[in-house]
């Protein structure tokens, strides 16, 4: 059973934190501590051109111009997260502690999309959607990251 559990995920803290809410950042990094643990964290500012590549899957989309703009904005803050339960799947556990993507949405759970989020795109944090996903988003962010942990 646990080799199906994916240990790591990738998240993100979106450039809508770090600009309009930079004082909530240290209770946000505390809430994801009762329930993960940091095993990488940086803060960097995305190239266009970068923001475009990491959300490739989405070229085309009607929101893809507005997201790529969103996410070379401003600085971010990426990290390789690792449920504190390890018998807990990590992508499955981080997406259900952002909540939903459309804030409408969010607002109505305990969840951090639903405290901090602004819109459907201002919408504070990234999660990976799957294990390969996992894997290329922490490659994109962290190359030195080791893969046998993983
Ligand atoms: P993410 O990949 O960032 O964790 O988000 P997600 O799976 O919840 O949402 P997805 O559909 O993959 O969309 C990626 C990001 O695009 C922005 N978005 N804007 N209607 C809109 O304006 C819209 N829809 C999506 C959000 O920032 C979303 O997280």
Not at 14 to 42: A, G, W, Y
Not at 52 to 80: A, C, T, W
Not at 94 to 111: M, Q, S, V, Y
Request: glycine residues 6%; hydrophobic residues 35%; proline residues 3%.
């Amino acid at each position: 059973m646990s080799s199906s559990i994916s240990r790591y995920t990738l998240a993100i803290i979106k450039p809508d934190i770090l600009i309009r809410q930079s004082q909530c950042l240290d209770s946000i990094i505390q809430k994801i501590e009762t329930k993960f643990n940091i095993v990488n964290r940086k803060q960097i500012v995305l190239s266009i051109s970068e923001a475009e590549q990491f959300y490739n899957d989405h070229r085309g989309k009607f929101f893809y111009e507005r997201l790529v703009g969103f996410m070379s904005r401003g600085p971010i803050i990426p990290m390789v997260l690792s449920e504190k339960n390890s018998q807990v799947d990590s992508i499955k556990s981080w997406r259900e502690f952002i909540g939903p993507t459309h804030a409408e949405n969010a607002r109505k759970l305990d969840c951090l999309r639903g405290e901090y989020g602004f819109s459907d795109t201002w919408n504070g944090f990234h999660g990976s959607g799957s294990h390969d996903e996992a894997l290329n988003e922490i490659k994109f962010f962290f190359p030195d990251f080791d893969k046998t942990n993983q």
